[in-house]
């Protein structure tokens, strides 16, 4: 079965640090996401992306982050300057329709210390 | 803002039994719902979903009710299996590029 696959699986930070968070969706998928969960909470959307742009963002995603994909394969999440509270889970999702079930990668647990 | 919520945290049922798991959404305007499964570690896994227009949908051992007139969704899993353990979240979205996620009900299906 296809899948979402999300690299590093655990990535440890320094605050102030940049970060990029990879993702490999599924090849013939068009729409991706980025989630993240802290630890004990909801999982949290934070942007949505098709055609090479952000269709939608959450008001989490503000200007420390950006997503882009690079090439015809990669989906990264950039955070600029890392702080303590970007510690979560953050999950990579991609969809073949914008309304139809997703599929999540396993994640990438990022540690801002 | 919508808010999802869970209406028990933790659930534990006999193996072999049926589980339901519940969840309250808040904004009537959503018209799309999933049902995900989390393990250990793991993304969320899509077990269902279901449209507004829609007040039942059954798949394999699991069943998805949704009340709009209550705003309540529930998920029943026929049989429950020890792998069935998971967190299990509802999550609601309007648009279908953003989804709002409960906080989760931790399901223990004892053997």
């Known amino acids: 079965e296809p899948e979402v696959t999300q690299t590093p699986s655990h990535q440890v930070t320094q605050m102030g640090q940049e970060v990029i968070l990879r993702c490999v969706p599924i090849?013939?998928?068009?729409?991706f996401y980025w989630y993240r969960q802290i630890l004990g909470q909801k999982v949290e959307f934070l942007v949505s992306?098709?055609?090479?742009?952000?269709?939608?963002k959450s008001e989490i995603f503000d200007d420390q982050f950006s997503v882009e994909r690079p090439d015809g394969s990669n989906f990264t999440l950039k955070i600029r300057s890392t702080k303590l509270e970007d510690s979560a889970m953050y999950f990579c999702?991609?969809?073949?329709?914008?309304?139809?079930?997703?599929?999540f990668g396993s994640g990438t647990r990022l540690t801002v210390v | 803002g919508e808010s999802v919520g869970l209406h028990l945290p933790t659930l534990s049922v006999q193996e072999g039994d049926n589980s339901i798991i519940n969840c309250a959404y808040s904004?009537?305007?959503?018209?799309?719902f999933i049902w995900y499964k989390q393990e250990s570690g793991k993304g969320p896994q899509f077990i269902i979903d279901i449209r507004s227009n829609m007040d039942k949908r059954q798949g394999q051992r699991v069943t998805v009710l949704l009340n709009k007139t209550v705003k309540h969704l529930s998920l029943q899993i026929a049989a429950t299996q020890p792998g069935d353990s998971a967190v299990y979240f509802c999550a609601e979205s309007l648009t279908g590029n953003q989804f709002y996620f409960g906080t989760g009900t931790s399901l223990t299906v004892i053997p």
């Open positions: 904004n009537s305007a959503s018209d799309y």
């Open positions: 999702a991609s969809s073949e329709w914008r309304d139809y079930g997703y599929t």
């Open positions: 090849s013939n998928h068009l729409y």
């Open positions: 992306f098709y055609n090479n742009e952000i269709s939608e």
